[in-house]
């Protein structure tokens, strides 16, 4: 029967057999003593026995005895081997240690952004500036699914914290040397700081992401009241249903758009991501890619809707010109679809127009500019926002103008659509 105490290695606890306890102490000591190892040193080897116990089946509160000490000793070396005056037996016993396998985790030492890149360049032992160079260019490539792996990457791969992980992510061997350069290369890294350049880069990509995000909010709001009033001119039209399709596809991948872009903002100033902001990014994300999808649905399904009831609801009206005295040319200043220009000795306009239920009837006017005849549309629709609401609705649809050859029909928008018609068509 074995007496049994308590002890903590890298702040877990443990019980340990007596004998295998002082043995243990004894181990400590020595590496301390031989190889100079610091506090942060000797944390990191501590870690690294907790994970060769684990190896072994001693998990927290497990028991460790002396075959346990026996093999943290096999598998880490003598102390005196890896001493500042035996440099030679330092080289034999590496070459010796079996190398352990590598294991692919994020280097959050070299990190960017979540370390993704860095760990991938760290496994395949090539330079992190290749790896990253292929993640930016990668999402335009694939259309923004690289962007989801990355963050499912994100999320699956475990960081690399202690000195051990750091060494088996590079294929190294776990050995106390290796332990103690490692350490001392985290503490004069974690000493350095950041160089003032990467905390501006830190700044500047911050406060663009909040900007960027800040508008997209206010889009959303303004489009979106807009929206509505644009949906509500389409009543007793079958294609209202569609279009609200699109409002609501667009309206659930704005918002997404917006809690995403203040994941990303908040992530960046603090400069720290954890795994709950990562998989909100990633629903975030998936939601806007499927409201991005249906919005096209329901977009479609909208146009070809009202293709087919535009032709029943299409009226034809003809404009008074009340004064083609020496007029020479004829300009449209308005919105509006085909224009089609017809040789006549009278000067005549037929228009067409789409006569949706809740729209008002479009007043086209007539007005003399010196020798140029000017038509346009008066402004009245039944939109909420911008009096200028025919930048998002032509109700015009067609204009027949008959004039003279010698008369010139230009528009705004239109000098390369208008179409000359043989006049006995």
Known sequence: MKEITRIHLAKTAFSVEIDAKKSLEKYLNSIQKNMHA????????????????????????????????????????????????????????????????????RDTDGAVIGGVCAGIAAYFNINPLWVRLIAIISPFVTFGTMVLVYLAMWVSMPPAKTASDKLRMRGKPVTLAALKEVSADGNSTVSAGKTPIAKFFQYFVGAVVLFTTLAILFGLIVGGALGVSVVNMLGGLGMQMWAWGVWISLAIGGIATVIFGAIVTRSIFAWKVNRMSVITMIVAASVVFMSLASAAIFSAHAGLEYARESQQLTKKVNIDIPDTTNANSIFIDMPVGNVSRINSDKFKVEAEFVDLPKANKPEINVRRDGDKIVLSVSKKCNAIFFDGCLNFYKPITGLKIYAPAGVNVSGLFYHNSIEMEDPES
């Not at 005196?80 to 005056?85: A, I, Q």
């Open 38 to 105: 610091d506090a942060e040193a000797m944390k990191e080897i501590e870690a690294r026995m907790v994970e060769i116990l684990a190896e072994r089946g001693v998990m927290k509160e497990g028991v460790i005895g002396d075959d346990d000490v026996l093999a943290i000793k096999n598998q880490m070396g003598e102390p005196r081997d890896f001493s500042d005056d035996s440099e030679d037996s330092t080289d034999e016993l590496t070459d010796d240690n079996e190398k352990p396998e590598k294991q692919l985790m």
